[in-house]
């Protein structure tokens, strides 16, 4: 019996307020002419009943208004057709008026009580379509790889829900950029609003602008990490402004929104880091065997010219100069070799330390001299450190390189004949060793990338090179629990300090 009662009310959603208001009075009086051969037979009281059962069957399948008909319409055919004189609106007993406004006011209240039962039971089965199209649209969400399957199922939501067209704008930095064909709309919108959404992580509902095209409505798409973008809704296919229900229902997928959009963020920036990743692994296996297959040639060619310049035989002066810069351009060649195969060898973790206490005026002094006369032509070098300095525990030929790329830079961009300083000092458990030249210093836009690998800086076109020596020398000091800072002398040129720990150092015996 409830499901056919069910069955009809969804049958009179259909009709128009008229339409109910008929329908429910010739109910009542199809209702009363099946009653008419009761009297006699039943109290009218009972009758009562009968009218009022009468009056909540409309009620529960024609709402308030049929409700409302209903019980004015009984009321009247009962005072007619029932209570005497019949036929009549004239009551002979006073007391049946309290009879019509008890069965009246019983008729309403039972009317508007089954009523707004079905309303909100009308609501209830709206809720219950909606909360299944959101978990529908979620699950669609949950498979969407890319934003633009995410667009457009948001789209198709909102148009088939709610009736009103959705775009979805994306943020980076909490900043929306118009021009990306990614945030492109079908509908004009007020760009400062879904600006002002983002900043202050609220919706946003101008309904001044709900009946023209452009959007009213801007959610900010809320996730854990960040606000990633803006909901825009634009009700000008829409009658009615949305309903509070309505407005929750588009704040809820909004952040459904706002996860799979971070998500999709995440998985874009990790496929990224997977591909840099092996990107870098190419690039270092080449460099590595680049490396390799270079230094035994170079290693040659400057064999060849070293003994060129220094043989027996008296050669033309052309002659010298020709094999004195075949032999410098090879060694810097071969600098640049072994700074690249030394820094794949770092980043792989394949060059260990060999850790020994030595002398820091030995390294600094094999620094000096692996550049040779290259370095003597051209500079004086200018070493301040005191006998009884300590041992330093280091690996001496990694020290090595740091000392020689410190000096190459030095003397790449400080005139020629000028003085480089390596002085040595204690302060604070460390060892601090400076490197100071009379060049131009370090540029403030270079201090924050000097470090970068193939980053040569602003004066890059001074001197060649590959832009590795200060990413080299910052690697092998930090793996020796150090630090390297760049620093400018007041009255001018670059300095270059490193502090490495001095720890327990072993007692070198004085010689007598």
Known sequence: MFNRITTLSALTERLNNWQKIALSALICSLSAALMDPLIGHLDLANIVMLFLLVVLFVSVTLGRVGAIVAAVVSVLLFDVLFVPPRFSLTV????????????????LISGQMSAGLKDKERQSLQREVRTRALYETASKLAGAIAVSQVKEICENFFRDELRVSAAILIANDGLIDFDLSLN???????RHMAQNAIRSGKTINNEAMATTRYASIYVPLKASAAIRGVLALSLHDRSAQLSADDLSLAETLGAVLAITIERLHYVEVANQADLDRVS?????????ALSHDLKTPLTVIMGLAESLSRGGAALAEPVLTVSRDIYANALRLKTMVINLLDIVRLEQGRMGLG????????????????????????????????????????????MERVFSNLLENAAKFSPPGSVIDIDASINEGHAHITISDH??????????????????????????GLGMGLSICQMIIKAHGGDITLQNHPEGGACVQVALKLGNAPQVPQES
């Open 355 to 398: 850790l020994e206490w030595h002398s820091l005026e030995e390294v600094v002094g094999a620094g000096i001299q692996y550049l040779g006369q290259s370095l003597a032509d051209n500079h004086t070098v200018r070493v301040s450190i005191a006998p009884d300095f300590p041992l330093l525990e280091m690996d001496a030929i990694l």
């Open 280 to 288: 870098e692994r190419l690039r270092s296996t080449i460099l590595s």
């Open 184 to 190: 492109k709309v079908p509908f004009p919108l007020e």
């Open 92 to 107: 002979e007993n006073s007391q049946y008026l309290v009879t019509f406004a008890v069965m009246l006011i019983t008729g």
């Open 439 to 464: 060049g131009p210093g370090f540029l403030p836009v270079d201090r924050e990338t000097a470090f970068e690998r193939y980053n040569r800086g602003a004066l890059a076109h001074m001197q060649e």
